[in-house]
């Protein structure tokens, strides 16, 4: 079943009058791939489908984008804007009756309420369904890189802290998301599954006190690469020239895809991760060596407190 809508994307291609595209899909929608470029080479365009790994809208697919007018990336909003490229979000629908299942955790009657890009088109039925039993929902808006009120990233929770509520209801898959909103808002949260309709209450000290234990690795490290990335929507570079400065022992590394066997070779006694702020979090356990995030460097730096502990966010400027 395809849910890409295929007639929609090939108008919007023949209005902008390109005749090559290039396609990016990301891991959960790389199967849309073949019938999509099936259908737009039907319709008379030249297709090169991108066929490296995807981890978001600031991972765009410049080498395919080189071969062609304009890339089409699929399943994300834009962080950052171009002329070239084409953002084409996939909405994925539940019945908001699933909230029922996170009313008995609430126990404010006015909370926050955000999702993923996937969800946002169903925010309105959710705050109508929340305000039926009680509930008044603030859906606010972020910053530049969630251009939808109410949608937040793995690397950005602008539009949780910008509730201003003091409990927040997320609603979407998996914990990671709930848990950044746990530490970047200090907000009581709650999770829901639209889909298997679990909800929990959020605790974000697991986390913490993995991470305690990952510093603790990396104190005694005697070399520390700084990464920075080279894709456009993750480089940070005066961040990672700012981390630099904290230590003598940390040097620059660029890196593209921020791989074990690279950082193995190089041979860095620890690294500082200021690509995607998930990896550092996700991934730990596939790296040779501790993976820090900016925050916690600076806390093995002293330049932060332990209290001032925050999770790393990529934030528009």
């Known amino acids: 079943m395809s849910l890409i809508p ?4 090939i108008e919007k291609l023949r209005e902008r009058g390109v005749r090559s595209v290039a396609l990016q899909f990301p891991a959960g929608l790389a199967r849309q791939a073949p019938g999509t470029a099936a259908a737009l ?16 809208a600031c991972d765009l697919a410049l080498d395919a984008l080189a ?30 009756n699933a909230l029922e299942k996170a009313l008995p955790l609430l126990t404010a009657r006015r909370i926050g309420l955000v999702t993923t890009v996937q969800h946002v088109h169903l925010l309105g039925a959710m705050t109508a369904f929340l305000r039926e039993h009680g509930v008044e929902a603030v859906v606010a808006p972020g910053d530049g890189r969630t251009p939808s009120p109410g949608q937040v990233l793995g690397c950005n929770f602008a539009a949780a802290r910008a509730t201003g509520a003091d409990e927040i209801l997320f609603v979407g898959t998996g914990v990671f998301h709930p848990v950044g909103i746990r530490l970047a808002t200090r907000a009581r949260v709650v999770a829901l599954d639209p889909y298997t309709r679990e909800a929990q209450e959020v605790d974000a000290d697991r986390l913490v006190r993995r991470r305690a234990a990952v510093m603790e690795k990396a104190r005694g490290a005697a070399s520390i690469g700084i990464i920075v990335s080279t894709k456009s929507g993750q ?22 895809e921020v791989s074990p066997a690279e950082m193995l070779d190089l041979g860095f006694g620890a690294y500082v991760n200021t690509a995607c702020p998930r990896l550092a979090y996700d991934d730990q356990v596939r790296f040779p060596v501790p993976v820090l995030t900016p925050p916690e460097f600076e806390i093995l730096c002293r330049a932060r407190a332990w209290d001032d502990y925050a999770i790393d966010e990529y934030l528009a400027p």
């Open 41 to 56: 080479r039907e319709a008379g365009f030249w297709v090169i489908v991108s066929g490296d790994p995807c981890y978001g």
């Open 235 to 256: 480089q940070r570079v005066d961040l990672a020239r700012r981390l630099v400065a904290l230590s003598d022992k940390a040097v620059l590394v660029a890196m593209r």
């Open 6 to 9: 295929v007639s929609d994307l």
């Open 67 to 96: 071969c062609a007018d304009v890339l089409v990336h699929f399943g994300h909003a834009p962080v950052e804007e171009r002329p070239d490229v084409l953002y084409e979000p996939v909405r994925f629908d539940f019945d908001v």
